[in-house]
């Protein structure tokens, strides 16, 4: 098991380190472990930490002290306490050697895929200055731990997301390649301002490598369909002037068929009119009749169409044309 083979290895670089500090040699490092590990040209001068950390304008003794603690705290199963130990004594005397030992509690911590980057690290900073006993025993742990982390392909619709890792915050620029992370339940969260958050939860196995799109929906409501302009009322004066005409005509026959009754009953009582008259008054009478019943009945239609034509008001939407539809544009990227 990772957690239980890397401790004496620890313990075996914790003594040379400790031999190097209390030596008092704080610009260099006498020895390396054994194996073959030459030791590394450090800087002239060890690398303060930055000015707003509290460890700003420490001296490599005080480095030395930190890393004695961590070795302390690490014997006594504190890691989480021994890590920041650790890498504070690094960065104020970087050397690649303790990238191994942070490398190591970081598995003792379950912090695999950080493991992994510090071990690569570690090859990286040391080069030929590791022993090829150390290269295959990292090369082996790097192996095991392959089966203890996953990657994951990131991709966001909104470029000026910010995204986290179970609430921890992620550089976009790391998302530009795959991401290393440990196994297991993951939640990847993407927020930006004037959209909807976008998250997904995945479980990961190990050696797994998934791609995950957070969308992000935007808050921008849709513009919206313009509504019906309200037209008002106006009068259909073409069917007016129709029903107008129509209503002169029946009004026409109307007389003309009065006229012709009238004449009928005069021939009707008059002595000496022969029955031809009278039928071709009766004919005329009848047929005026006839005409004024059928232009009254298109009058009275044609009035009724007007009046509704009239008083019915338009809901056509404003600057819709006939045969022409309005295009709606939905605001925000899916």
Do not use: C
């Amino acid at each position: 098991m990772i957690r239980s083979a890397y401790r004496s290895p620890l313990r075996l670089v914790s003594v040379i380190w400790s031999v190097i500090f209390a030596a008092g040699i704080s610009n260099a490092y006498a020895a390396g472990p054994p194996g073959g590990d030459a030791p590394a040209s450090p800087p002239t001068s060890p690398v303060p930490a930055p000015p707003t950390a509290p460890a700003a304008g420490l001296t490599g003794e005080d480095a030395s002290a930190r890393f004695q603690r961590g070795l302390q705290l690490f014997d006594e199963g504190d890691y989480t306490l021994a890590l920041v130990e650790f890498e504070r004594a690094y960065q104020l005397a970087p050397n690649y050697r303790a990238l191994y030992n942070i490398a190591l509690v970081n598995m003792q911590l379950g912090r695999y895929a950080d493991a992994v980057r510090t071990l690569e690290q570690y090859v990286h900073d040391g080069g030929d200055g590791i022993s090829t006993e150390r290269r295959q025993e990292v090369a082996k742990s790097l192996a095991e731990l392959t089966l203890r982390t996953a990657t994951v392909d990131v991709s966001i619709n909104v470029a000026a997301a910010e995204v986290t890792l179970d609430g921890k915050p992620i550089e976009t620029s790391s998302l530009e390649k795959p991401l290393l992370i440990d196994a297991g339940e993951h939640t990847l969260r993407a927020t930006a301002i004037g959209f909807q958050p976008g998250y997904r939860t995945v479980t990961l196995a190990g050696a797994d490598h998934v791609t995950v799109r957070l969308v992000l929906v935007s808050l921008t409501p849709a513009t919206p369909a313009m509504p019906p302009e309200e037209r008002g009322r106006s009068v259909f004066w073409p069917g007016f002037v129709a029903t107008g005409v129509l209503a002169a005509g029946a009004i026409a026959s109307g007389v003309v068929m009065l006229v012709a009754k009238s004449r009928y009953d005069s021939l009707d009582n008059q002595v000496g009119s022969t029955p031809s008259q009278r039928s071709n008054a009766a004919h005329e009478a009848n047929s005026a009749g006839l005409a004024a019943d059928i232009l009254t009945g298109v009058a009275v239609a044609s009035g009724g169409v007007s009046l509704y034509l009239s008083v019915r008001v338009d809901h056509a939407p404003k600057g819709a044309s006939t045969g022409m539809s309005q295009e709606v544009v939905l605001s925000g990227a899916f």
